[in-house]
């Protein structure tokens, strides 16, 4: 568990309440005028560094959300991860259960949807990954065409530590959530069931929980894009720590 208390970032009109059990997460219903973002977070909460986190780390809660998966809109879940925009800056790293929700789409790992309700590591600040950066313009044209993209990506997905697997539980019910972040490897479990094992991102890392309204487009091919949804009525995402 963190070992700084969780503190709510939220924005849009979102918030967390206290429930008997744990804490709810509820992002308001609104049309798509502003980023709505209920968050918990332990960024910054404690002396040093703002990511503090570092392996060996195990998170466990239980966790459910307002509406299964095809009706919940934006993105939700939990992990560890390295909150690349806040400063100082640094190249996505994360160890966490992730759901997006249509027209979301981030195809990462070969196979397997951009959307949905997932486990997942990333590193894409390792050497490995930043060595392919000055080849993007040329490999990124060439991803259009499949028969090079099945050779190519994997190797990309290697070097930036990339590994997913679809999750396959009701987001609306209860389930026991577990991330094992070890020093070389990761497992992530759901109701004590492996369900992703895979090199582990390096950190430091910070905790974060949360449910919003946005949606983000980025694929190997080059597609880019970005935005907020409307919802005609308040969602949110309960967990018990």
């Known amino acids: 568990m963190p070992t700084a208390p969780l503190r709510p970032r939220c924005s849009g009109g979102a918030g967390v309440v206290r429930t008997a059990t744990g804490l709810r997460l509820i992002r308001p219903p609104g049309p ?57 800056p640094r190249m996505p790293q994360a160890v966490w259960f992730f759901f997006g929700a249509p027209p979301h789409n981030m195809p990462l790992a070969l196979g397997i949807p ?55 539980v009701d987001l609306s019910q209860w389930h026991e959530y577990e991330i094992r972040w070890g020093i070389t490897e990761s497992v992530l479990l759901v109701d004590g069931t492996i369900v992703l094992r895979a090199p582990s991102p390096r950190g430091p890392l910070s905790a974060v ?29 309960e967990v018990v720590m």
Request: charged share 15%; aromatic share 12%; proline share 10%.
């Open 32 to 88: 798509a005028d502003r980023y709505r973002n209920a968050q918990l977070d332990d960024f910054g909460r404690r002396a040093g560094p703002p990511r503090a986190l570092r392996a060996p780390f195990t998170l466990r809660l239980t966790a459910r959300a307002s509406h299964p998966a095809g009706h919940l809109i934006g993105t939700a879940g939990f992990g560890l991860w390295s909150y690349p925009w806040a400063w100082p």
């Open 114 to 168: 951009g959307y949905g309700w997932k486990a997942a590591t990333v590193d894409t600040g390792q050497p490995s990954a930043l060595a392919w950066l000055p080849a993007a313009p040329v490999i990124v044209p060439l991803l259009n065409l499949p028969p090079l993209y099945r050779r190519l990506w994997p190797r990309i997905q290697r070097a930036a530590g990339i590994a997913e697997a679809v999750v396959n």
């Open 209 to 237: 929980i949360w449910i919003d309204n946005q949606y983000a487009i980025i694929t190997p091919t080059g597609r880019l894009g970005w935005g907020v949804r409307a919802c005609n009525e308040a969602q949110w995402l």
